[in-house]
């Protein structure tokens, strides 16, 4: 008893040291996805004695990782602040193919855009 005693007061006698703002981050299912012609994975974020890491963080420390000249065209979604931190993400690889993604759909099926009155006179 006298032993832990001693552990105690020389433990507390220690300088303690100052928690910084240490944030890690671990991929993992990488992917290549050619089709919509992007890189995705799930993305771990461990962040101690934080309670959270903001998006825009996220995406500069990606962006500065892989590579990526503009981070706007990297996508952080979904995340859940769990006591080990959130995950998934997906990088696009150019800001074109982003936008170009949302009229994808109709490209194939080759439907042009209408105007609302356009069916209406029909």
Same mark, same amino acid.
């Given at each position: 008893?006298?032993? &832990? !005693?001693? &552990?105690a007061?020389?433990?507390s006698? *220690? /300088?303690?040291r =100052?928690? #910084? /703002?240490h944030?890690? !981050?671990? #991929?993992?299912?990488?992917? #290549?996805?050619?089709l *919509?012609s992007?890189k995705q994975?799930?993305? +771990?974020?461990?962040? /101690?004695?934080? /309670?959270n890491?903001s998006?825009? $963080? !996220?995406k +500069?420390? !990606?962006?500065k990782i892989y $590579?990526?000249?503009?981070p706007d065209?990297?996508?952080?979604?979904?995340?859940r602040t769990?006591f +080990?931190?959130g995950?998934s =993400?997906?990088?696009e %690889?150019?800001r074109?193919?982003m %936008?170009e993604?949302?009229?994808?759909?109709?490209k194939?099926?080759g439907?042009? %855009? #209408?105007?609302?009155?356009?069916a209406k006179?029909?």
């Open positions: 008893m006298a032993a &832990l !005693l001693r &552990l007061a020389a433990q006698a *220690l /300088p303690r =100052t928690l #910084t /703002p944030r890690r !981050l671990r #991929t993992c299912k990488f992917m #290549t996805n050619r *919509l992007r994975f799930v993305l +771990e974020v461990i962040h /101690p004695g934080r /309670p890491v998006k825009a $963080e !996220l +500069e420390r !990606l962006a $590579e990526v000249k503009d065209c990297i996508f952080v979604f979904k995340f769990n +080990e931190g995950k =993400t997906k990088v %690889k150019s074109k193919q %936008k993604r949302k009229n994808r759909a109709k194939i099926l439907v042009k %855009k #209408t105007k609302a009155g356009d006179k029909k």
